[in-house]
């Protein structure tokens, strides 16, 4: 690193956006952020190079975009929208300024449209590249929870799912050279492994169903799998997925299958990081684009072996486990 603190900090405020409900910004102990709703959504992720990244598969922009990405996705996932953002940053001695400095341009342009503001964080030296982030946002319409599904709900989805899983296998495998990065040059794999480097949750989703009466909602962060898991065992139901609805997920990755050797229907299964909203609907409701309908909510048996079942048979929870080695 070339640059101090001070001089390192001026230069992210450059490339970083105020938000539209920003009172006070970074240059303070803290941050104001205006709440008219009454009420904060806030969540938080870290990202560490080498376990949630490559830095020689993606690009610094593309690591910047991924952190924001995911944590926008947190906050929709419960019907809301993101007011402001904090960053940290870990930062090795060994990584260039401008390398730093485009991590934090492609955070800041991933969130810019939202109309969130990235409003301080911190900095720190250290052993490996890290980015921390967490994210304040608020529900429109109401927050939408993960403990709110009943039998005879509709399960829904909105977005992609497989797709992410998809694109590491393709980078893992070499099938795809990590220095392919255009649309152009990934042809065919361009959707799966631009989605693996930068997720493209269906932000807008979440306040779509929320405004619809979804019962509960999350995103797909660990697989569907597991979080469709967590969901059941909030709302204390079971969780049926029909697998003529989810036929076209599997069809989609046949091709990235084949040429892995792996299997397209495990990653739709539990393949995590696509960020698709996941949510419930009461029973006859027209589902709101753009959700499509995979399931039914069932009601929960004595003695249950699995939360979730797929044409009537049990599904272990077999998506990202942080602490899985």
């Avoid at 996705?73 to 001695?93: K, N, Y």
């Avoid at 169903?209 to 799998?225: E, K, Q, R, W, Y």
Wanted: hydrophobic share 40%; net charge negative.
């Amino acid at each position: 690193m070339s640059l101090d603190e001070d001089r390192l900090i001026a230069r992210m405020r450059e490339v970083l956006p105020y938000g539209e409900r920003t009172l006070l910004w970074s240059g303070d102990d803290c941050a104001e952020i205006a709440t008219p709703e009454g009420h904060v959504l806030v969540t938080t992720d870290v990202l560490v190079d080498g376990r949630h990244f490559r830095r020689d598969w993606s690009s610094p922009s593309q690591v910047g975009r991924r952190a924001a990405a995911q944590n926008l996705a947190d906050i929709a996932s419960q019907g809301g929208i993101a007011s402001a953002l904090v960053v940290s940053l870990v930062i090795p001695s060994y990584l260039d300024t401008d390398w730093v400095i485009d991590v934090v341009r492609g955070f800041g342009a991933q969130i810019a449209p939202t109309g969130a503001g990235v409003v301080g964080g911190d900095l720190s030296g250290g052993t490996e590249f890290s980015i921390s982030v967490t994210a304040l946002g608020y529900a429109p319409h109401g927050p939408v929870h993960r403990s709110g599904a009943r039998p005879g709900d509709s399960i829904a989805i909105a977005g992609t799912l497989g797709h992410s899983a998809a694109g590491f296998e393709l980078l893992n495998s070499g099938v795809v050279p990590p220095n392919m990065h255009s649309e152009e040059a990934l042809g065919r794999w361009y959707e799966p492994v631009s989605t693996y480097r930068v997720p493209r949750p269906p932000l807008k989703a979440g306040v779509i169903a929320a405004l619809n009466n979804a019962t509960a909602m999350m995103d797909v962060s660990d697989g569907l799998s597991t979080d469709l898991t967590r969901m059941a065992k909030a709302s204390n139901v079971i969780m049926d997925l029909y697998p003529g609805n989810l036929a076209g997920d599997v069809e989609k990755l046949r091709e990235a299958a084949e040429a892995t050797g792996k299997d397209a229907r495990n990653w739709v299964l539990h393949g995590g990081e696509d960020h698709a909203m996941l949510a419930t609907f009461p029973p006859n409701t027209v589902l709101p684009q753009p959700f499509r309908k995979i399931g039914a909510v069932g009601t929960a048996r004595d003695n249950l072996t699995s939360r979730v079942r797929i044409d009537g048979v049990d599904l272990a929870a077999g998506g990202w486990d942080h602490f899985r080695v």
